[in-house]
């Protein structure tokens, strides 16, 4: 699952993706282990501050995940 396909509230996209960006390039396991902490401290601010719905952050979560493992993958390769 991409960013892209989860429909988030406005201003909540690009900040979204500049995370998954920062997963998706990481250059090392440090870098990924700290992109991958902001992301998910990101989408629990937006479930706390009640911005996005359990749904979505659900999706962002497993999206943010999936992204992690699969860069885990290349730098372990």
Do not use: C, H
Not at 43 to 61: D, F, H, R
């Amino acid at each position: 699952m991409s960013i892209e396909q989860i429909s988030l509230p406005k201003g909540v996209g690009p900040q979204a993706m500049k995370l998954w960006d920062a997963i998706t390039q990481a250059g090392s396991a440090a870098e990924l282990n700290r992109a991958g902490g902001k992301a998910e401290g990101f989408v629990l601010g937006l479930e706390s501050a009640k911005a996005i719905k359990g749904q979505v952050a659900e999706s962002l979560y497993v999206a943010f995940d999936d992204a992690a493992s699969q860069r885990s993958v290349e730098l372990a390769g």
